[in-house]
């Protein structure tokens, strides 16, 4: 089963993507700081409030060697200058992940379900693929097939 939806203003899921998308943005630039003080070379990282991973180019690794764990690639250890400087820039951000309409839609466990989620200015959409029931909260509006796809095309234009 599919389902297609337009998510209202009023209510989390709408309030959690669009702060997620500011917080992307912190979360770029904190980045960008830290590369930018240690001349870290890669634009390649992992996005985590605990730890601060890159995925390393040759001079970051020659450079950064001695300062990144031995058992996890990239990582920088807690104690290094460049993760106390990230872990510092991140430490209030909130919305690390973009929302997962599993927990918005109140999916039971034990299904498999694909989601897409995007925003076209200050709408929110999303779809949902389920083996199961896709029940339609009071925050969403459910919508045709074609009336999302053109919604769709539209941006890819």
């Given at each position: 089963m599919?389902?297609?939806?337009?998510?209202?203003p009023?209510c989390?899921?709408?309030?959690d993507?669009?702060?997620?998308k500011?917080?992307?943005?912190?979360?770029a630039?904190a980045y960008?700081?830290?590369?930018?003080?240690?001349e870290?070379k890669t634009?390649?990282?992992?996005v985590?409030?605990?730890?601060?991973?890159?995925?390393?180019?040759?001079?970051?690794?020659?450079?950064?060697?001695n300062l990144m764990k031995k058992?996890?690639?990239?990582?920088?250890k807690?104690?290094s200058?460049p993760?106390?400087?990230w872990?510092?820039?991140?430490?209030?951000i909130?919305?690390?992940?973009?929302?997962?309409?599993?927990y918005y839609f109140?999916?039971?466990?034990?299904?498999s379900w694909?989601e897409?989620l995007?925003?076209?200015?200050d709408?929110?959409?999303?779809?949902?693929?389920?083996?199961?029931?896709?029940?339609?909260?009071?925050?969403?509006?459910?919508m045709?097939?074609?009336?999302?796809?053109?919604?769709?095309e539209?941006i890819q234009?």
């Open positions: 599919i389902k297609y939806f337009e998510i209202q009023d989390d899921l709408y309030r993507y669009f702060a997620h500011t917080d992307t943005a912190k979360i630039a960008n700081a830290v590369c930018e003080k240690f870290i634009k390649q990282f992992y985590s409030k605990t730890r601060f991973q890159i995925d390393p180019t040759d001079a970051d690794i020659e450079k950064f060697g058992t996890n690639y990239g990582e920088f807690k104690s200058e993760c106390k400087m872990l510092s820039l991140v430490k209030d909130k919305h690390f992940e973009r929302p997962k309409l599993f109140d999916m039971l466990l034990g299904n694909k897409r995007f925003a076209v200015g709408k929110l959409y999303c779809s949902i693929e389920r083996d199961g029931e896709i029940n339609t909260p009071d925050f969403a509006i459910e045709k097939a074609s009336e999302f796809y053109k919604i769709i539209s234009d």
